[in-house]
């Protein structure tokens, strides 16, 4: 197994759903659109939120750089932490620290907010590195965000996997020939993952534990 572990945030490390699923609809109601229940907008929990709005609303690009915008306004300082991590978490991580492994976070949320998210768990001295999209609206994409990565950390793509619950971590690695493991336990629809064509599919935490580190 690789060095290097990317790890995706929302889904994969935390369960992150209420705060992103109350953010959208605090921007849906913003613009005069009442919005679903909760379930019914997951599809925005993993990609960015612009592109999300575009696709699920018909926005056009600057109207969903405003309800993105809008949102933070909820986001920012109550949906970010309306968040737990996921049982046996800070323990997978304590155990790929002590096999040699340096954790890292590929997450298209924006950087800032992942930094703060991970410090608000108490486990920031478990990741080499945050790495995330940028407030202004760029590298946004996960490929863009495993680019930087590892550009970041000045090494191949070889030497790392990307771990994720959503078909665009496993496609984002394997844009870069990486390879990775499906988080199986996220906010996927039925048979994303597995037509995604990950290089392994984990279906809990105590899986992806022992596929990493065996009974350790």
Not at 65 to 94: C, H, Q, T, W
Not at 119 to 137: E, I, K, N, P, Q
Not at 180 to 191: D, F, K, L, T
């Amino acid at each position: 197994m690789q060095r290097y572990l990317f790890f995706d945030l929302d889904g994969t490390l935390t369960d992150s759903m209420p705060g992103i699923v109350h953010a959208v609809q605090y921007a849906l109601r913003h613009f005069g659109i009442e919005p679903p229940a909760d379930e019914a907008l997951r599809c925005f929990v993993g990609p960015p939120m612009r592109d999300s709005f575009m696709e699920f609303y018909g926005m056009g690009a600057e109207e969903a750089e405003r309800a993105v915008a809008v949102s933070r306004e909820y986001f920012v300082p109550k949906g970010m932490f309306e968040n737990e991590l996921y049982e046996g978490i800070p323990e997978l991580l304590d155990a790929t620290c002590a096999a040699g492994y340096a954790n890292v976070i590929a997450t298209s949320k924006p950087q800032p907010f992942a930094e703060r998210i991970i410090a608000h768990f108490g486990l920031t001295d478990r990741f080499r590195l945050v790495c995330g999209s940028l407030l202004d609206g760029s590298r946004t994409t996960k490929s863009q965000v495993i680019g930087h990565a590892l550009q970041t950390l000045g090494i191949t793509p070889a030497e790392a996997v990307m771990i994720g619950d959503r078909r665009y971590d496993i496609e984002g690695a394997a844009g870069f020939g990486m390879e990775s493991i499906a988080a199986g336990w996220g906010y996927a629809a039925p048979g994303e993952l597995e037509a995604a064509r990950p290089s392994h599919f984990v279906r809990d935490v105590a899986a992806l534990r022992r596929l990493l580190v065996g009974n350790k």
